[in-house]
């Protein structure tokens, strides 16, 4: 099922983006984000070397239950976006920003618990793709059209290895 939806994302997202303005800058009338619809973060820190300590397997299992969670709300989170874009493919797609830039910063928290090395890894894995899918929001989201099925891939890779390391 998770992965029916991740596809869908990526589908919808491409559809979207190639229907929409080429650059991020506002039509006439238009604006970025609808101010009150946009949520904030706190900056996330830059990811810095987890001291070594020792793994708790309760704590392990629980951020893998955690860390499942928060992406396919995350996925949800995003497709609602996807759905509003056609009206406003601008705010859609810096909201979908603001939306995984806090995917990212909670996968960054889970990373810093006290759980085994693969769970970690596979995090940062997961940490990296998310970093990947943001600059090409920013930078160049027509270009996620030709990257579709390598973005899906890389989708389907973290969540299988997340799904393998949490065994």
């Given at each position: 099922?998770?992965?029916?939806?991740?596809?869908?994302?990526?589908?919808?997202?491409?559809?979207?983006?190639?229907?929409?303005?080429?650059?991020?800058?506002?039509?006439?009338?238009?604006?970025?984000?609808?101010?009150?619809?946009?949520?904030?973060?706190?900056?996330?820190?830059?990811?810095?070397?987890?001291p070594t300590r020792t793994s708790d397997?309760?704590?392990?299992?629980?951020?893998?239950?955690?860390?499942?969670?928060v992406t396919q709300d995350a996925v949800?989170?995003?497709?609602?976006?996807?759905?509003?874009?056609?009206?406003?493919?601008?705010?859609?797609?810096?909201?979908?920003?603001?939306?995984?830039?806090?995917?990212?910063?909670?996968?960054?928290?889970?990373?810093?618990?006290?759980?085994?090395?693969?769970?970690?890894?596979?995090?940062?894995?997961?940490?990296?793709?998310?970093?990947?899918?943001?600059?090409?929001?920013?930078?160049?989201?027509?270009s996620l059209i030709s990257q579709a099925?390598?973005?899906?891939?890389?989708?389907?890779?973290?969540?299988?290895?997340?799904?393998?390391?949490?065994?």
């Amino acid at each position: 099922m998770r992965r029916s939806w991740l596809a869908l994302l990526v589908v919808a997202a491409v559809t979207v983006i190639a229907c929409a303005h080429p650059t991020e800058d506002p039509l006439p009338g238009e604006t970025l984000a609808d101010p009150t619809t946009t949520r904030t973060t706190a900056p996330t820190p830059s990811r810095s070397s987890t001291p070594t300590r020792t793994s708790d397997p309760a704590v392990t299992e629980e951020v893998c239950d955690d860390a499942q969670s928060v992406t396919q709300d995350a996925v949800d989170e995003i497709m609602a976006k996807v759905a509003q874009a056609q009206a406003n493919p601008a705010a859609a797609i810096a909201q979908a920003i603001v939306i995984g830039e806090e995917w990212k910063s909670k996968l960054e928290d889970f990373r810093d618990e006290p759980i085994t090395t693969p769970v970690r890894d596979t995090l940062d894995e997961g940490i990296d793709m998310i970093d990947d899918l943001l600059r090409t929001l920013r930078t160049n989201p027509t270009s996620l059209i030709s990257q579709a099925n390598q973005i899906q891939d890389q989708i389907d890779e973290f969540q299988d290895n997340l799904a393998d390391a949490c065994e």
